[in-house]
């Protein structure tokens, strides 16, 4: 209870309706000691005050939830969680999810796991072979941690024999998805 405590009051007090009803709020208790009326009596100043503090309260519960809401969502936390994580390639930062993204046609058609896709060099101009084998590692890594990826077994064609690549698993596909959508809504704005 103290932790939410320690959360909530910085939460409350940071909010615009919160300064506005302790200003409010210090205007009519001046108002009712020095006994003018500024604009109007100081019960009404109070009450003003008093519903913006009730306002920027209401405010740090929404916050709240929606954080708490956002963290229950498989595909948000996995976003979350993939641009978190930043590499360097080709001399500029980029993020595993921007990757992901970047890839992800390939994932979705099955990749080998001993290949790299060829174009993780056209993802990020400048990069070279050994930015992208790392990077390459450190993405699959990441997306099998996450389990956004796994490696299935394929049967060959014409062979007895299988073979094994890596697919997305049905959370990959919605985090492909969810990507695809905020990526979209970005290249429309720019």
């Known amino acids: 209870m103290w932790q939410s405590f320690k959360e909530y009051i910085p ?12 200003l409010v709020g210090a205007l009519g208790i001046a108002s009712g000691v020095s006994g003018n009326t500024i604009l109007l009596p100081y019960w ?8 913006a503090l009730i306002v920027a309260q ?4 929404h916050k709240v939830r929606e954080q708490r ?4 969502n498989p595909v948000t936390r996995a976003i979350s969680e993939l641009e978190s994580d930043v590499i360097s390639l080709g001399g500029q ?7 992901f993204w970047k890839m992800g046609d390939h994932f979705l058609e099955s990749i ?5 896709p060829g174009n993780i060099y056209e993802v990020v101009e400048g990069a070279d072979k050994r930015e992208c084998n790392k990077a390459w590692g450190n993405l699959k890594k990441r997306l099998r941690l996450l389990l956004l990826i796994c490696d299935a077994e394929r049967p060959h064609p ?4 299988g073979y094994t690549v890596i697919t997305t698993t049905p959370l990959g596909d919605s985090v492909l998805n969810e990507l695809d959508k ?8 720019i």
Do not use: C
């Open 11 to 22: 939460t409350v007090v940071r909010s615009w309706w919160a300064i506005i009803g302790f």
């Open 44 to 51: 009404a100043w109070l009450i003003i005050g008093t519903i």
């Open 58 to 61: 209401f405010l740090a519960y």
């Open 69 to 72: 809401d956002e963290a229950r």
């Open 93 to 99: 930062s980029i993020d595993m999810a921007t990757l």
């Open 112 to 116: 080998l796991p001993g290949s790299i």
């Open 158 to 161: 014409h062979k007895g024999t």
């Open 182 to 189: 905020k990526n979209e809504y970005r290249t429309q704005r």
